[in-house]
């Protein structure tokens, strides 16, 4: 496996993944994809590690999947239309999914493009920030005939209103930085040679936070999308009172009323 695709880094609680094909403007092929999931894995069991950064080298973020790669014949005979979707079942649909899963707060920094998959990794994250002159593209329909793939259906129906959703999905126009921001798809802009200072400073940030407050979050977000008020109250009801015995909650209490920053303890060591 070749881990320089992706590299790795660690500043004391933060850990940084740079996407590193950029002539090939990180494209996510296979090789691409195993080594994210693996860096990921890593993270999963570092209990030290308390946020994440997304980034990548290059003019863009990602132009997303591999065109030729999908239409080239394959020797075991396989169709292109079944190796496409073998590779999502296996490789892109768990890298979403161990984002989605990932026990720490995630931040991506896209410049230049994020296209088709691109996009979807992106957003995939807790929180996007973006140069002011990168962009999204979603070519799937308008382009290739394909629907948006990578979860990012499900980001934009909630992320979006339906017209907007819709509109990008049919049309796939070119989405400024700025105007994803003002649509509320991504968290914020920022200028260019200030996104990876803006983007680590926003990590660190989250880094001080309780160790389980980014899975907390995105659980009780999701699971509102399909409750009424009764059930997202009751459910939120048994969360805070887990939350409420924690060690976490006691100090951050304390630290509250003592005026002081908390100082939160480590991350639970994960579930081999």
Known sequence: ????????????????????????????????????LH???????????????????????????????LLADREDGMS??????????????????????????TVCAVQGVAAGAGASLALSCDLVIAAEDAFFLLPFLPKLGLVPDLGMSWYLARGISRARALGLMLLGPRLSAPQAQQWGLIWDTVPKDQLQSQASQLATTLASSPA????????????????????????ETDRQQALLASADFREGARAFLERRPARFGPRPAPDL
């Open 80 to 105: 292109a239309a079944d190796a496409a979707a073998s590779m999502m079942r296996e490789w892109s649909n768990p890298l979403i999914a161990a984002l989605e899963e990932l026990p720490v707060a």
């Open 1 to 36: 496996m070749d881990t320089d695709i992706v590299r790795f880094e660690k500043n004391g609680t933060v850990a940084c993944l740079t996407l590193n094909r950029p002539e090939q403007l990180n494209g996510l092929d296979i090789p691409m994809q195993k080594v994210l």
């Open 39 to 69: 860096w990921l894995e890593q993270v999963r069991q570092d209990p030290s590690i308390r946020a994440l950064m997304l980034t990548a080298q290059g003019r863009a973020f990602s132009a997303g999947g591999d065109l030729e790669l």
């Open 212 to 235: 389980s407050a980014a899975l907390e979050a995105r659980r009780a977000l999701y699971r509102a999308y399909q409750s009424d008020l009764s059930d997202q109250m009751a459910y």
